[in-house]
């Protein structure tokens, strides 16, 4: 942990979104300054951190006077937790949306962001990696073993050839995307490429294991 600067005086507006004022008193500068850039990327974090912790009042701790910590508040049952009392995927998922927001021209990798996180949340992850995308020119290299995140890009790729996706995308399209099953064997891991039509079908078939079980459970 950085030790604190004894004359830190960051500049706090009045109105500062949560998590920039949060990062701001974090800074440990005194000329914190942000151009119209950097407030786009905090009203981006500041939505989303906002949709994902909505039952939580959310307030900054103090320590030693010169740097916070995040304190949330249950709404519902009056208690008081950290983020790490939240399980692994909240603490972590912070992190990630600062590199998916703020990241540009670049390539970003991520293992399994699914991790401890709830179906809908992962499936939110898949819509702010397709903005990233269009709008920061960045390609995602994702290890992962959740149906949820390839359900949600075959829907919005059926969505955008139907013409049925929502304004908030530009585009997403199957030639956008490229999956790639890993199977060990006995002579090494070998790679299939699934391929995906512009209806959001799979084209190939795919190895057991993924997609079987739930029709297998269904019927």
């Given at each position: 942990?950085?030790?604190?600067?004894?004359?830190?005086?960051?500049?706090?507006?009045?109105?500062?979104?949560?998590?920039?004022?949060?990062?701001?008193?974090?800074?440990?500068?005194?000329?914190?300054?942000?151009?119209?850039?950097?407030?786009?990327?905090?009203?981006?974090?500041?939505?989303?951190?906002?949709?994902?912790?909505?039952?939580?009042?959310?307030?900054?701790?103090?320590?030693?006077?010169?740097?916070?910590?995040?304190?949330?508040?249950?709404?519902?049952?009056?208690?008081?937790?950290?983020?790490?009392?939240?399980?692994?995927?909240?603490?972590?998922?912070?992190?990630?949306?600062?590199?998916?927001?703020?990241?540009?021209?670049?390539t970003l990798y991520f293992e399994q962001p699914e991790l401890h996180l709830h179906p809908a949340l992962q499936?939110?992850?898949?819509?702010?990696?397709?903005?990233?995308?269009?709008?920061?020119?960045?390609?995602?290299?994702i290890e992962t073993h959740s149906e949820h995140l390839i359900l949600r890009l075959r829907r919005r790729i059926?969505?955008?050839?139907?013409?049925?996706?929502?304004?908030?995308?530009?585009?997403?399209?199957?030639?956008?995307?490229?999956?790639?099953?890993?199977?060990?064997?006995?002579?090494?891991?070998?790679?299939?490429?699934?391929?995906?039509?512009?209806?959001?079908?799979?084209?190939?078939?795919?190895?057991?294991?993924?997609?079987?079980?739930?029709?297998?459970?269904?019927?």
């Amino acid at each position: 942990m950085p030790v604190p600067l004894v004359n830190f005086s960051p500049k706090v507006e009045k109105s500062m979104p949560f998590l920039k004022e949060f990062i701001t008193r974090n800074q440990y500068q005194s000329n914190a300054e942000y151009n119209e850039e950097d407030n786009n990327f905090f009203e981006k974090l500041d939505k989303k951190f906002e949709s994902i912790f909505n039952r939580f009042e959310k307030k900054l701790g103090f320590k030693q006077r010169y740097y916070s910590r995040l304190i949330f508040t249950d709404i519902n049952k009056n208690t008081k937790v950290t983020p790490r009392d939240m399980g692994l995927g909240i603490s972590q998922i912070l992190p990630l949306l600062i590199s998916t927001f703020n990241s540009k021209d670049t390539t970003l990798y991520f293992e399994q962001p699914e991790l401890h996180l709830h179906p809908a949340l992962q499936m939110e992850l898949v819509d702010d990696f397709v903005k990233s995308y269009h709008e920061n020119n960045n390609n995602f290299v994702i290890e992962t073993h959740s149906e949820h995140l390839i359900l949600r890009l075959r829907r919005r790729i059926r969505q955008y050839t139907e013409d049925e996706l929502p304004e908030e995308f530009k585009s997403v399209k199957a030639s956008d995307i490229s999956i790639v099953y890993l199977e060990p064997s006995e002579n090494g891991v070998k790679a299939k490429r699934i391929h995906i039509d512009e209806d959001g079908e799979f084209r190939d078939r795919w190895p057991q294991g993924f997609f079987v079980e739930r029709r297998e459970e269904l019927l």
